[in-house]
């Protein structure tokens, strides 16, 4: 008899495809050798045209499952699809911070924010010619007060058979209060998984993923810590990509999406995934 327990299937997703051609070709080529089963997708990224479209419908229809999702977007440095969407700055959404400060002040309308999700949702249809697998948000702020509650009322809309994405740890207290933006996370997702629930949209397990992107860190070393108590179903964020004038023009975040290609496309991986007992199933 075989004793031996079955792998825990995970999901392994990279956000921002749309972002810029170095992300798209990164996340591409992972999914293509089965590095990847999942991807979300930022509809208002500079580099989302057609041919971006067919590359990644193209190596998602010759893989092993994968799932596609919307990357919700509502902060800087991207502008909205909606004209008449307010606060902005510049132009654009506000920044991360401003954003997350104005929600627990009250200070957003949700109508406008359902509004603009609604388009982003219309135009991941157009593209895909489908509604998302799942749907997260760009710097997490599906879990914002008062964008969650807009969030959950145009997935409930527009895609009711999507998952949507939480960031809640599944890790001992002793761990996650060595991790402050881990914790943060924690505190807004359980919030989040209750109204989600009350809506009768289905959340992701456990989640991993969220780093100092500010640090050298060892992603390998990271990732280890990722597949640590991660239930079957938990999805683990990643970011990775090459650098090119496009990305650095928008988010800080650059070369460490370069360290997460080098780790995800190498032989350490695998081994990684086997030693926990994980597929990307």
């Not at 089963?37 to 419908?57: F, H, Q």
């Not at 948000?137 to 969650?148: A, E, K, N, S, T």
């Not at 402050?180 to 397990?205: E, M, T, V, W, Y």
Request: proline share 7%; glycine share 10%.
């Amino acid at each position: 008899m075989n004793d031996a327990a079955p792998p825990r299937r995970i999901w392994l997703c990279a956000d921002d495809y749309g972002l810029s051609p170095g992300i798209n070709r990164v996340i591409c080529d992972l999914i293509e050798h089965g590095r990847l089963n999942a991807t979300s997708v930022m509809v208002v990224g500079p580099a989302i045209g057609r041919g971006e479209v067919n590359a990644l419908k193209n190596v998602v229809a010759n893989s092993r499952r994968c799932a596609i999702g919307l990357h919700a977007t509502l902060t800087a440095p991207f502008r909205p699809l909606t004209m008449h969407f307010q606060p902005l700055d510049g132009g654009m959404f506000l920044s991360f911070p401003k954003v997350l400060r104005a929600g627990l002040l009250r200070r957003l309308d949700p109508e406008i924010i359902h509004a603009e999700l609604m388009v982003q949702f219309a135009s991941f249809n157009e593209l895909f010619g489908r509604a998302p697998d799942f749907v997260d948000g760009h710097q997490h702020v599906q879990l914002f007060p008062q964008v969650r509650d807009a969030f959950l009322t145009a997935v409930k809309a527009a895609a009711p058979r999507a998952w949507v994405r939480q960031g809640g740890r599944n890790q001992p207290l002793a761990r996650r209060l060595g991790a402050p933006k881990g914790l943060f996370l924690d505190i807004l997702s359980a919030q989040f998984r209750g109204r989600a629930a009350r809506a009768g949209i289905a959340c992701n397990p456990g989640f991993a993923g969220a780093y100092d992107f500010s640090r050298q860190s060892d992603f390998g070393v990271l990732m280890g810590r990722f597949l640590d108590s991660l239930p079957e179903g938990g999805v683990i964020m990643c970011h990775p990509g090459v650098v090119d004038d496009v990305l650095v023009s928008l988010d800080p975040f650059t070369f460490q999406r370069e360290r997460e290609y080098a780790f995800l496309s190498g032989e350490q991986f695998p081994r990684l995934l086997a030693a926990n007992n994980v597929t990307l199933g």
